[in-house]
């Protein structure tokens, strides 16, 4: 078991570029889900998956977002025309598809736009 | 909407006994968490509670729940510069469905 990992972790990009973050949850696992979390707040959800199915968007989550999972296992996260207010840490945590009650988050990846 | 308040810091001397608060707002909150996040490092689910207990001990650390008041508690006994790190109480209607965070505790603990 290596845990969720993210890359890359940290990113720094200017204003109007496009980024893309990657998520590999936990092998076993079948729900995965995305979180963005900004200096001094706790993390906020953004969307979730059901093996390839995204099953939830939060109205955080602007048309400039878009999240897949091709395959059910990895998924990424991309932003298109970055806006320096997308700075943040994007936060990746996967579960089992039965009740669990633990999400195991990953490092996170650090956006910086400038 | 659904709101989880937290106060923002707490400073503790070494081998005294930590206690976060948290609120929140939703009825049907079933599962509430403490997450513990240290500097660089992913989020640690420490421990959960069922909104059918009052109460959860898992070795250093106890969690009060008072449904009525929507009112968590984390007792973190006999606290150690270790424990120094911010603390998110969470909360989810289900055992699949997403978090609703706090701000987060910020605990600082002295030697």
């Known amino acids: 078991d290596t845990g969720v990992s993210q890359n890359p972790r940290h990113k720094i990009t200017k204003r109007g570029q496009n980024v893309t973050f990657r998520c590999d949850p936990i092998?076993?696992?079948?729900?995965l889900y995305w979180y963005r979390q900004t200096l001094g707040q706790g993390p906020e959800f953004l969307t979730y998956f059901q093996n390839e199915a995204q099953l939830e968007k939060s109205r955080l989550l602007s048309d400039r977002f878009s999240a897949e999972r091709p395959k059910g296992s990895f998924s990424t996260l991309e932003i298109q025309r970055t806006e320096q207010g997308d700075s943040a840490m994007y936060l990746c945590a996967s579960s089992l598809g039965q009740p669990a009650y633990e999400q195991f988050f990953g490092p996170g990846t650090r956006l910086t736009v400038l | 909407g659904e709101d989880v308040e937290q106060s923002l810091f707490l400073s503790v001397r070494e081998g005294d006994s930590s206690v976060i608060n948290c609120t929140y707002t939703?009825?049907?909150?079933?599962?509430l968490y403490w997450y513990k996040q240290e500097p660089g490092a992913g989020l640690q689910l420490l421990t959960y509670?069922?909104?059918?207990?009052d109460m959860k001990q898992d070795q250093r650390l106890t969690v009060l729940l008072n449904k009525k008041d929507k009112h968590l508690s984390l007792r973190i006994a006999d606290t150690q510069t270790g424990d120094s790190a911010i603390y998110f109480c969470?909360?989810?209607?289900?055992?699949?469905?997403?978090?609703?965070f706090g701000k987060g505790t910020m605990l600082l603990v002295s030697p």
């Open positions: 969470a909360e989810s209607t289900s055992g699949y469905s997403t978090l609703t």
């Open positions: 509670i069922f909104s059918n207990m």
């Open positions: 092998s076993e696992h079948n729900r």
């Open positions: 939703d009825s049907s909150s079933t599962y």
